[in-house]
């Protein structure tokens, strides 16, 4: 029979109960040896194969499991480990593999970034002090041991070579020809093992094809796979693209290789033109990846089974597998634990378990001896119920946002009006110092929230509790002397969650956990309904802080961008709309703020930029509802009011332009690793408004010294004009320890002060003013 294949791209590491983090854990912290940690994660494993094969996937992904990362695993497979981590013998042991992730009492972890726009951050592969030997088969061991213990033909996933050079570093664009020769061949040896252990087809992942990409680099993608084939040419490459539409669609799929893989739910479409106009190859396999494996959606059965449809007029049902769009390490695994949602939401959600279920649906349909109709009225039953509840339909909100204009984007006086009328209303000194915001989440911290959402504390017990810390830090702040203070964030969770818990709109899973980072997982809130505010939600706190000192008191909001890009969205809106819903509720927050004297507010979007789509095409109609978010939220600040804001980059390359466009007054960026970037940007001339470089790095315990500091502002005072420049620490303060903050923060003050004095400066004083000096 002719029948459709089911496939999977990768299923999440963390385990059911998150078992596999708690193992990791336990190893780390020395309270089980390597035999019982190996027997943990192996449980975990097979549990998740057979997992798959219940669900009736036919193509299960194996070596897609890993003990910390699928970068760090290659990397590690091909020897690349920098010398900091000790030399190599034959193997990797798990203590080396560990401290490049980690790091160890003398080297420093390797560093980390975004796969590519999703909240997964991957060890980022050194090649510069390397050399490239191939230590162990992976993907074949992967295969191997699945086929032992569970009798399956699985499919082997590893990172492509291409995409697995770009996203490395420590090299220069010109070495690039030498590293793929040494990098090829030990693809080569891989594939040639499998090819002769009888492996049928390898999922090759090279997501990097869906980028802008030169016709240069497309050159040597197809020298790449010409050599992989020439090597094993029995071994079939699934050619595995995701989060976007492929760039260059005829050369792709003419490449060497038996399949390609294409995400047909994040390509606006475009995948399956290419398809509908250009055709596919009669001699490839299709991997149609159809089920979102970035959202918790349910899919409309009925309209998924319509592009099937479409596609099937150009290819052949034995020629197709239906699939996720990407590998679902990017969501919750099953809905199953999810006792406490409302019956409307979980009957319209889908975590990894259940998208592999409607994969299977959606086989069913094309198969004339299953009946799967009723599984696909259900979904439609369930998601319009959704659509159809009061969460979805709140009136107020829908024509708010349809009666959006420009005039929402713009803030009434011009900056260069603004700033003097600031100057003169707060008298800050030049080169004010402040904070961005949060203070150690400490033990206790962090104890008395757990007390008070268990029962154990009243709500009176835990308000007394945050108050008492914002007046410790308001008297410490005091102390140390800095000129603009905050409340601290002792009452926050977490900067997205925090505000989700007060907005509507919002749901919190128990369960839905997703790994950001080695062990670390995240639970982003679930944005079902419309967003609207219902009570002030930092005004009390902030309130209170401002009562107990004559300072100026920053309120701290998180920003539009920042709450969608770090939550599960709904999909039957654009983000636009469900972004500019979230900016009329901050809106209100920003405006209540102000009313109660309380004009300094400082609106983070540490997000912003990372929900840049893939495509350079595409930045421009994401920077400008996100810009234009940002403003709505902010723009009915009066003159006096000085909206803050603050980004975690340190690369601000091409980015000034657009924050500039947020129209904040201040702005507070992470510099002080890479300050030498900034120092070449063009963009910082033509920037206006005021600008707190990051004088320190607050990742590490490390206190910078007075001198260290002052010399840092001293470098940015050649780079700025004086009245443009704030000191502040590079980012929030909430993962230190107590003593390294005020150390770093009374040095700090210390080098501001200085500075100011050595320049000549002293007019700290309430009644002066902030003349220009030459
Ligand atoms: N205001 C937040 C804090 O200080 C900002 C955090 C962030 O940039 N990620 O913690
Ligand atoms: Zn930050």
Request: aromatic share 10%.
């Amino acid at each position: 029979m002719n029948a459709l294949q089911t496939s999977n791209l990768g299923y999440p590491r963390i385990g059911e109960n998150r078992e596999w983090k708690k193992a990791l854990e336990q190893y780390w912290a020395g309270k089980i040896n390597e035999e019982s940690f190996e027997q943990a994660t192996d449980r975990v494993l097979l549990s998740n194969l057979k997992k798959q094969i219940a669900l009736g996937i036919d193509i299960i992904p194996v070596n897609d499991f890993s003990y910390y990362d699928h970068m760090l695993d290659t990397a590690a497979m091909f020897g690349l480990v920098p010398n900091r981590y000790g030399s190599i013998n034959k193997d990797i042991p798990l203590a080396q593999y560990f401290s490049m992730a980690r790091g160890n009492s003398t080297a420093v972890a390797s560093e980390m970034t975004k796969w590519f726009n999703t909240n997964y951050h991957y060890i980022i592969p050194e090649l510069n002090e390397t050399t490239f030997q191939l230590i162990e088969n992976k993907p074949l061991k992967a295969y191997r041991k699945a086929k032992e213990k569970l009798g399956i033909e699985g499919k082997p996933v590893i990172v492509g070579p291409y995409t697995f050079l770009k996203l490395s570093k420590g090299y220069e664009e010109k070495q690039i020809p030498s590293l793929l020769s040494q990098l090829i061949p030990l693809y080569q040896q891989v594939f040639k093992e499998l090819q002769a252990e009888g492996v049928q087809w390898v999922q090759v992942d090279e997501p990097i094809l869906v980028t802008s990409l030169s016709k240069d680099e497309f050159e040597t993608i197809q020298s790449i796979y010409a050599q992989l084939h020439e090597a094993a040419p029995n071994l079939k490459i699934m050619l595995q693209t995701y989060f976007d539409s492929i760039t260059e669609y005829q050369t792709v799929v003419s490449l060497p290789v038996q399949g390609i893989g294409l995400d047909f739910v994040h390509d606006r479409n475009q995948n399956l033109q290419y398809i509908q106009k250009l055709g596919f190859p009669e001699d490839k396999v299709l991997g149609l990846g159809i089920i979102d494996g970035r959202n918790i959606w349910k899919a409309d059965l009925n309209k998924k089974k319509e592009i099937i449809d479409l596609v099937l007029e150009k290819v052949n049902t034995e020629r197709l597998w239906i699939q996720p769009s990407c590998s679902l390490l990017h969501v919750p695994i099953t809905i199953k634990n999810e006792p406490k949602l409302d019956k409307t939401l979980k009957n319209a959600l889908a975590f990894a378990d259940e998208k592999l279920q409607e994969i299977h649906m959606l086989k069913n349909r094309y198969d004339l001896n299953q009946n799967s109709s009723d599984a696909f009225s259900k979904s439609e039953k369930d998601i319009n119920n959704l659509n159809m509840s009061a969460a979805r339909n709140n009136s107020i909100v829908h024509s708010a946002v349809k009666n959006i204009s420009n005039q929402d984007f713009r803030r009434k006086q011009s900056f260069k009006e603004r700033k003097e009328i600031q100057q003169a209303y707060w008298q800050l000194p030049d080169y004010p110092t402040t904070t961005i915001g949060s203070f150690p989440q400490t033990a206790e911290v962090r104890k008395a929230r757990r007390q008070f959402k268990s029962g154990e504390w009243t709500f009176e017990q835990y308000k007394e509790f945050i108050e008492s810390e914002i007046a410790r830090w308001i008297s410490i702040q005091e102390k140390i002397g800095l000129d603009v203070l905050v409340h601290g964030e002792f009452e926050r969770n977490d900067m997205v969650e925090y505000f989700g818990e007060k907005l509507t709109g919002f749901a919190f899973s128990s369960n839905g956990w997703v790994q950001s980072y080695g062990s670390r997982c995240v639970k982003p809130p679930i944005i079902y309904g419309d967003v609207a505010f219902s009570e002030p939600m930092t005004l009390t706190e902030s309130l209170y802080a401002k009562s107990l000192t004559s300072k100026p008191m920053k309120g701290m909001l998180t920003g539009p961008a920042t709450i969608l890009n770090w939550s599960f969205v709904r999909d039957d809106l654009t983000r636009k709309e469900v972004c500019f819903q979230i900016a009329l509720a901050l809106k209100e927050e920003v405006e209540i703020l102000q009313r109660n004297d309380i004009k300094m507010i400082q609106v983070d979007e540490p997000a912003l930029r990372e929900g840049l789509p893939l495509k350079k095409e595409n930045w421009h109609e994401y920077l400008e509802w996100t810009v234009q978010s940002f403003l709505l939220a902010t723009s009915s600040a009066e003159a006096t009011t000085q909206i803050h804001t603050h980004m975690c980059y340190c690369d601000f390359n091409h980015f000034l332009e657009v924050i500039s466009k947020l129209d904040a007054d201040i702005i507070s960026i992470e510099t002080s690793r890479s300050h030498g970037e900034l120092l070449e940007s063009a963009q910082l001339k033509a920037y206006d408004k005021g600008i707190g470089l990051g004088v320190y790095d607050i990742h590490s315990p490390r206190v910078p010294s007075v001198e260290e500091i002052e010399n840092m502002i001293s470098e940015y005072s050649k780079l700025l004009p004086k009245e443009q420049i704030w000191i502040n620490p590079d980012c929030g303060l909430k993962t230190r320890k107590e003593e390294e903050t005020i150390a770093s923060l009374q040095n700090m003050v210390k080098a501001a002060k200085k500075f100011r004095n050595e320049i000549g400066h002293t007019n700290t004083d309430a009644d002066a003013t902030t003349e220009e000096i030459c």
